[in-house]
């Protein structure tokens, strides 16, 4: 079953500066793309092609690395190296800032939106993770700062169903956080990545846990059920089911995991978008194979930075680079 | 390497690279000299650094050195290592002054005192099974066995830190109208919290912060002012030692505002904290109604209703806002809000704390801010729990050993009254105020790329 990658527009969205992250909204309609030029771009579909439909170039100082919209697609979140991230709410076609969190001593990583849609964690290169609350009356409160891991947080991610939070980090670990009586805490730690680990990405069950990472290989995480399930509900145990090596010639950057087919993307150092799908699955759930269906060696001139699959279009693809283009791609699984 | 400081300090660039010192509060200075000439530099056997010019010339080089004076918890520290931040701090230090005591005239000999502090002698007590009382006499005898003069309690200082905490507040409430800053009065008791409000928050916050001394450093000014008056020694020849339930209490010692320059001694000379003391003693104990950190909200609270609003308040009924480590008192009257405080502990309520005041939306007038979730029984440098025993067992033993203690109410305390009216009345408010008051200063942040790692 070999599949293939067909280019459908590239983008020059922030000239002369890093695009370094890609977001659909959750109506797999608008994209939001932001870049070292500190400003965010919102883009949307007009006809064939994809226009720019709102620039928010005043939030912030620095480069913005990561922008995330809220599950109810109101609201969008940006998390710069100025420290701050800032929470915008979507007005018609317009966004307006809401508020700005503060608190991280220097450059925010990532920033992302729990399913529920009233948590947010953020990380950053002061090694730690912050887990904020929203009220209904858009007010934003720190609820806990867990300091997990001893250097730079690249990547948070929530479990798609539970209120599960995971990192990643320059430490190497990934780190899984639970809240325990009213605090958050790091309920396991995963190691066996060689060296930094960019980013992560659940499948869209929730149970198993993709990791990618500067040594070159994308590590899949299974949670191990203790015999009947998960009795004592406090400890999470995962354990490393299958490495996938010798694909990638540089730092994997980013993963995704598509919820509408489960195929998994990465952003490679390489400039090459690949595509890895999973074998039959019943074989042997405790050994998962994944084949690489889709290589496109030089989807950009320059390092891919992120990579995300449209929720709602099976196939779309969005892709960034170090050039400050973004490129949108159709995956076939079979061609 | 786990820092032992406060969870609050531990939030900066600390690591054991050493970065150019650009947000070094105290970088070292360096002596350039002009030239085109490439040196190399040697290392000798001892671990001595030494210059080699191109003409073979060999000139010893100069250690760099960090004193935990110098520091401040800055985010620029050349290295984390505890050793460094702490080398003047221990129970070593304290061995050594006793030893040389032993060694020299009876004219060159410290007189040796020790401060202990409630939270500490908690801490023992629940280590070793026994009662707070039980702890503090047998820790006197152990001390004075060693050559210590004299063993006092820091809950006897922390009456004046209260009473003067009262005080504090009425006069800020009183002119609340005309000063926007003077409410809400944030506590001071805690250096962690300080050093980062210092740090992080700077001008913005510090007009909210109460100029009382803590406990700590109120026997500081005690020992070193009036005890040493009455002996007839001079404040130099006094080696003050306490025993704190956290190592943010030796930064506090350490700062510049607590040297004496006139008689070129430090107000407490050396604080170890109560896992370094291994033997435990006792002697005249004070409690005090209220928290674990001190009971600032609880004292505060039932002088300011019955001096401002004529109301008795004999229990504080706490309301849990966001979780444990963050409660509400109110004080109302036919439906109005007259009094409104809180007991804010740990970083995450620290942070939305001061959002809100920077946002103008805190509706306190007064917060004791604490930087260990739970309060100083829970601080870094207390007793850690036995292999069968968790730290939430230990810590509610710990809470109810102090609680156990006999309270007494600063106001009506007779020693304190005297106290205050023989030294600091006597001296007049001129030379009281800095006694018992202190001040804060902002620290610059130099954010610069150099130091970034990716």
């Known amino acids: ?335 | 390497m786990a820092s032992h400081f406060s969870g609050v300090l531990k939030l900066t660039d600390l690591d054991d690279f050493i970065t150019p010192s650009q947000a070094c509060v105290k970088p070292v200075k360096v002596e350039k000299k002009q030239g085109r000439s490439v040196a190399k530099i040697q290392i000798e056997d001892d671990g001595s650094y030494f210059q080699v010019d191109q003409d073979g010339q060999r000139q010893k080089l100069e250690k760099a050195k960090i004193t935990l004076n110098d520091c401040l918890a800055c985010s620029g520290c050349i290295t984390s290592a505890e050793s460094v931040l702490i080398t003047q701090q221990s129970h070593e230090e304290l061995y050594r002054v006793l030893r040389q005591n032993k060694q020299v005239s009876s004219s060159e000999q410290k007189v040796v005192v020790v401060s202990v502090s409630p939270q500490s002698r908690a801490s023992l007590a629940a280590h070793y099974g026994l009662s707070s009382s039980e702890v503090a006499r047998r820790l006197t005898s152990f001390l004075k066995n060693l050559g210590v003069h004299h063993v006092f309690d820091t809950g006897f200082s922390r009456s004046f830190s209260l009473l003067e905490s009262q005080r504090e507040f009425l006069e800020r409430f009183r002119r609340k109208e005309v000063d926007k800053k003077a409410l809400p009065m944030l506590a001071s008791a805690c250096p962690g919290w300080i050093c980062y409000a210092e740090k992080t928050h700077g001008e913005f916050i510090l007009p909210y912060i109460s100029t009382t001394r803590s406990p700590q450093q109120m026997m500081g000014s005690l020992v070193k002012g009036y005890f040493a008056s009455q002996k007839g020694v001079s404040p130099q020849q006094i080696y003050h030692v306490t025993v704190m339930p956290c190592y943010d209490k030796k930064l506090e010692a350490s700062r510049p505002d607590f040297y004496l320059s006139k008689y070129e001694t430090r107000e407490v000379d050396c604080v170890i904290t109560s896992g370094d003391t291994y033997q435990i003693d006792s002697y005249e104990l004070l409690g005090h109604a209220g928290s674990g950190s001190g009971g600032y909200l609880h004292h505060i609270y039932k002088h300011a209703a019955k001096q401002l609003f004529g109301v008795e308040v004999d229990e504080l009924t706490y309301k849990t806002i966001k979780n444990k480590d963050f409660q509400e008192v109110t004080l109302e009257k036919d439906g109005q809000v007259l009094l409104r405080f809180a007991a804010v502990y740990g970083f995450r309520n620290i942070q939305n704390l001061v959002q809100k005041l920077k946002r103008g939306k805190s509706q306190y007038h007064f917060v004791e801010v604490m930087a260990c979730p739970s309060g100083s029984l829970n601080g870094g440098g207390q007793l850690k729990p036995s292999s069968d025993q968790t730290n939430k067992e230990l810590l509610q033993q710990v809470e109810e050993l102090y609680h156990g203690e006999r309270t007494s109410v600063p106001e009506q305390d007779s020693r304190v009254a005297e106290l205050y009216q023989s030294w600091l009345e006597s001296v007049g408010k001129e030379i009281a105020r800095p006694l018992l008051h202190t001040q804060y200063h902002a620290v610059e942040k130099n954010t610069n790329g150099l130091s970034i790692k990716w």
């Open chain 1, 1 to 335: 079953m070999k599949g293939a990658l067909e280019l459908l527009q590239r983008v020059s969205a922030h000239p002369d500066a890093r695009c370094w992250c890609v977001a659909w909204s959750p109506s797999g309609t608008l994209l939001a793309s932001c870049g070292g030029d500190c400003a965010i771009k919102i883009w949307g579909k007009e006809g064939d092609s994809w226009e720019c439909k709102c620039v928010m170039a005043d939030g912030h100082q620095r480069t913005v690395r990561t922008v995330a919209w809220s599950p109810c697609g109101k609201y969008l979140a940006s998390a710069s190296f100025d420290a701050t991230t800032c929470i915008w709410k979507k007005t018609n076609d317009d966004f307006e800032s809401l508020t700005v969190l503060e608190g991280h001593e220097n450059e925010v990583k990532c920033v992302t939106w729990a399913p529920s849609g009233n948590l947010l964690a953020t990380c950053s290169r002061d090694k730690s993770v912050w887990i904020w609350e929203v009220d209904e009356e858009d007010e934003y409160e720190c609820v806990s700062v867990v300091n997990s891991h001893t250097q730079d947080v690249k990547h948070v991610v929530w479990h798609p169903t539970q209120e599960l939070l995971a990192s990643a980090g320059y430490d190497n670990k990934v780190c899984i956080y639970k809240e325990v009586d009213d605090d958050w805490e790091c309920r396991a730690t995963l190691e066996g990545h060689e060296s930094t680990v960019w980013s992560l990405a659940f499948d869209p069950e929730g149970q198993r846990l993709a990791s990618c990472s500067d040594d070159r290989t994308v590590k899949i995480w299974k949670k191990s059920t203790l015999g009947d399930g998960e009795s004592d509900s406090s400890d999470e145990s995962w354990k490393c089911v299958c490495t996938l090596s010798g694909f990638h010639g540089r730092t994997i950057y980013d993963v995704a995991w598509c919820r509408l087919t489960g195929a998994l993307a990465t952003a490679c150092g390489d400039d090459g978008v690949r595509v890895f799908k999973e074998e039959d699955p019943t074989v042997d759930p405790e050994q998962p194979v994944f084949f690489m269906s889709a290589h496109l060696p030089k989807a950009h001139g320059q390092d891919v930075n992120c990579v995300s699959w449209n929720p709602k279009e099976a196939g779309l693809l969005a892709t960034c680079s170090d050039n400050g283009e973004f490129a949108i791609w159709k995956y076939n699984s079979d061609s």
